[in-house]
Every structure is written in C-alpha cells, then in structure tokens.
C-alpha cells in the first residue's frame, strides 16, 4: 500500500474543489525551531495549515520519555478536529522536501486509527518546482470531531525494549546516521552510541538519490535482511526520523513493525542501561 501522494494527484484535487481534504504543512528545522512556522507565515500550500513537531506532534518533555514524547492523546485528537480533521477527512502532508518530520505526523495519525493519510512527494519544494500556486492566506477551517482509535499494539516503551532484545525476540532499528549510530559524533545528546543490539537502517535511505521516496522493488531489497514476520521495532534518537522507515514497512506489507517513541534520547535518560559504540 502506498501513502504517498504525487503533486500532480493533489493539484488534481484541489483544482476539482475536492470535499474533506486539509493539507498540513509541518515543515520544521531542529536546530532552529521557529523557521518552519515563518516558511509557512511567508508561503505555503492554498488551504494549509501548520503544526509544530514541538508543539503539536510531540508532548512535554520529562526526566524520560525522550526528547519528542508523544503527545496527550485527548490533547492531540482536539487539535485535529480543530483543524478539519475526523476519521473521514483525508489528510495530506508535506514537508520542505521527503524529510522526516512529514512522517512523524503521518505515524501519530496512524496510530491513532486514521485511515485515510499521505505524504505528499517532493514536498514544498517540488510543489515550487512544478509551478504551482502558494499562498500566504490562513485558511478557516470547519471545526470537527476526531475520535482517537489507539493502535494499542504500535508502539514499545524502555522496559520492553531491553527484555525483548535480552531475549533476541525482535529486531531493533536506529534510523539515525551511522556517524551517530557508531558514536562518532552526537550533537544532540549527553551519551553517543546506540542500543545495544540495534542494527543500522538510516531513514534517509529509503529516499533516492534523486531526492525521492524509493519504489517498492528498491525499498523491498534496502530491508531484505529484515524478517517479514517477525517483529521489527523502529526507533531513533527521539522517536521523529523513525518515522519514515515504519512508514516504507508498513507500505511493503510488514504487519509487525512497532515505534520506539522515546528511541535513544529516553534509553540513555536511564543510567543503568548499556550503550554500544561497534556495529551489529
């Protein structure tokens, strides 16, 4: 299944005045938290609205939990329906370009039920390099109701993670660069390395060369080593770059692919818990 949408499949909607669709723009810079709100304030999609990865896509920060916790589920549900959105509605969301944070918010709709979501391919920048209109109008959207319906079984937490790894009863990705993954640098964190047993997938890999979200046949041999029935879990430095390879398994038909939110940042919030530093 595909949960990409091309541009010229939503230019198509928009153009044909289609029902029930909101567009969400969640371009985000981590080093620089306020850009993406400005791109979206100076242009962004017709019919647009924004959501912060601080903000809107993640929850408060804690001693553990990680850097980017999920969000308060009720909490989360008010502000899509605040936007337009139901389990109805469909969803399209884009990023600056096929980057990670687009993703992130594809998986929390996902987990909590939502059918009906896709990633738009080539994101803002490919929108500018087809031609088509933006805008810097706020749209107004019709308020509605959206009813959570968890998928209790898409995620682990801390305590899991380390029996199911102790007991070699799943397979843990890090999806961050190897240069992190290895420990060679860390710029985001007080500890440098990775889980211990977890192999190395980063998330930019199930993009091309080209800047595009690799096809089936491309992405089914990038996990080739990956069992399809077994249980993979996903994770990262904060549960966010994750995203995007449970996104390329889910859409090749892996049933048992689960997200690590807290990811690396809440593994190393416990001082007990090993790190390793030399590949898997």
């Not at 850097?67 to 549900?77: V, W």
């Not at 999806?175 to 060679?184: D, Q």
């Not at 800047?211 to 089914?220: Q, T």
């Given at each position: 299944?595909?949960y990409?949408?091309s541009l010229?499949?939503?230019k198509?909607e928009?153009?044909?005045?289609m029902d029930n669709?909101?567009i969400?723009d969640?371009?985000?810079?981590l080093?620089n938290?306020?850009?993406?709100r ?5 242009s ?16 408060k920060v804690a ?13 989360f549900?008010a502000?899509?329906g605040?936007?337009?959105i139901?389990?109805?509605t469909?969803v ?5 370009e096929?980057d990670?944070f687009?993703a992130r ?7 909590m ?7 738009l391919e080539?994101?803002?920048k490919?929108?500018?390099?087809e ?6 109008k706020?749209?107004s959207l019709e308020?509605?109701q959206?009813?959570?319906q968890?998928?209790?079984?898409e995620?682990?937490n801390m305590?899991e ?9 799943a397979?843990?990705?890090d999806s961050?660069?190897?240069?992190r ?7 985001l ?10 192999k190395n997938?980063f998330?930019?890999?199930v993009?091309?060369e080209?800047?595009m ?16 029935d ?5 994770s990262?430095g904060?549960?966010v770059s994750?995203c ?5 398994l889910?859409?090749l038909?892996y049933?048992n ?8 940042s809440?593994w190393?919030?416990?001082d007990?818990?090993?790190i390793e530093?030399?590949?898997n």
């Amino acid at each position: 299944m595909s949960y990409i949408i091309s541009l010229d499949k939503l230019k198509e909607e928009l153009d044909s005045n289609m029902d029930n669709i909101v567009i969400v723009d969640v371009r985000f810079e981590l080093t620089n938290p306020d850009a993406g709100r400005k791109m979206y304030l100076e242009s962004h999609l017709p019919g647009a609205v924004y959501l912060d990865l601080n903000r809107d896509l993640a929850g408060k920060v804690a001693k553990h939990g990680g850097n980017h916790p999920l969000p308060d589920i009720n909490t989360f549900a008010a502000k899509m329906g605040n936007i337009g959105i139901d389990q109805e509605t469909k969803v399209v969301i884009y990023d600056q370009e096929n980057d990670m944070f687009a993703a992130r918010l594809w998986w929390l709709l996902h987990y909590m039920g939502h059918e009906n979501v896709y990633i738009l391919e080539g994101g803002y920048k490919g929108w500018i390099n087809e031609g088509y209109e933006v805008t810097n109008k706020i749209p107004s959207l019709e308020k509605k109701q959206f009813e959570p319906q968890i998928r209790v079984d898409e995620t682990v937490n801390m305590e899991e993670v380390r029996q199911k790894m102790e007991q070699k009863t799943a397979v843990l990705i890090d999806s961050r660069a190897k240069e992190r993954y290895l420990g060679l640098e860390e710029p985001l964190y007080s500890k440098a390395g990775h889980i211990p047993g977890a192999k190395n997938f980063f998330w930019k890999d199930v993009i091309n060369e080209d800047g595009m979200w690799k096809n089936e046949k491309e992405l089914r041999e990038h996990f080739s080593t990956l069992p399809k029935d077994g249980e993979i879990i996903v994770s990262c430095g904060s549960g966010v770059s994750a995203c995007p390879n449970v996104l390329a398994l889910k859409s090749l038909g892996y049933k048992n692919v689960k997200l690590y939110p807290g990811s690396f940042s809440d593994w190393i919030s416990y001082d007990e818990n090993d790190i390793e530093l030399d590949e898997n």
